[in-house]
Structures are given as structure tokens and as C-alpha cells.
């Protein structure tokens, strides 16, 4: 059973950066696929970026093509998600989750088997 624990959320003003963190345990993450979406007010949750184990793919959305940017560390089975030029848009909870398998359709969060709790991202104009 892998659980999943955000931090880094915060305010920040437009145009400002905020780097999160998904620290994952419960065992070895190879193999898997790990992606960050999100939740603003009164939205549904949608997609913003996906990585492989391997560090090999990655995809993201494109309204944060160019501003962020997914990576790992392996050695501390951790995902992080650094977010420049923050726009109040960006706004929202955001949630890292894990699932094990290919790098397939990894924006379908309905794919995916473990969630962690939420990190509130507040950003202001």
C-alpha cells in the first residue's frame, strides 16, 4: 500500500514560485507513474503533469507548459512539482497521486490508485 503525503503549499503573489512535494512510502515506486492535478474553487479536478519512476517521460497540461516542471527523487521517493510564473488561475488544492503500470493516458486521474491528501496552492494577484 503506497500513501502519499503533499507539502510546499502556500500564498504567493503573481508571478512568484512555489515548489511542492509528494513524499511517497510504502514501497518501491518502480514501475509506476506518478502525476500532480488539482482543484480550484468550484472546478473539477483536472490534470497538470505526470512522471515515470524512471524519470524517462513526463506530460503536462497545457495551461502550465513552460512553467512547471515535474521531477524525482529517487532516493528520497519523492515527486516534487516547482511552479514559476504563477498566475491566480493556478489557484487550488493540489494532490499528487500514484499508480503502477506503463506511461499510458496518464492524465485520466480515474487511473490511478493512490492519492494523497491535498496541499492548498494560493496565489495572488
Known amino acids: 500500500q503506497v500513501q502519499l503525503v503533499e507539502s510546499g503549499g502556500g500564498l504567493e503573489q503573481a508571478g512568484g514560485s512555489l515548489r511542492l512535494s509528494c513524499a511517497a512510502s510504502?514501497?518501491?515506486?518502480?514501475?509506476?507513474?506518478l502525476a500532480w492535478f488539482r482543484q480550484g474553487p468550484g472546478k473539477e479536478r483536472e490534470f497538470v503533469a505526470a512522471?515515470?519512476?524512471?524519470?524517462?517521460?513526463?506530460l503536462y497540461a497545457d495551461a502550465v507548459k513552460g512553467r512547471f516542471t515535474i521531477s524525482r527523487d529517487n532516493t528520497k521517493n519523492t515527486v516534487y512539482l516547482q511552479m514559476n510564473s504563477l498566475h491566480p488561475e493556478d489557484t487550488a488544492v493540489y494532490y499528487c497521486?500514484?499508480?503502477?503500470?506503463?506511461?499510458?493516458?496518464?492524465?485520466?486521474?480515474?487511473?490511478?490508485?493512490?492519492w494523497g491528501q491535498g496541499t492548498q496552492v494560493t496565489v495572488s494577484s
Open positions: 497521486a500514484a499508480r503502477r503500470g506503463p506511461f499510458y493516458t496518464p492524465s485520466r486521474q480515474h487511473t490511478y490508485d493512490y
Open positions: 510504502g514501497g518501491t515506486l518502480s514501475g509506476y507513474t
Open positions: 512522471i515515470t519512476w524512471s524519470g524517462g517521460s513526463t
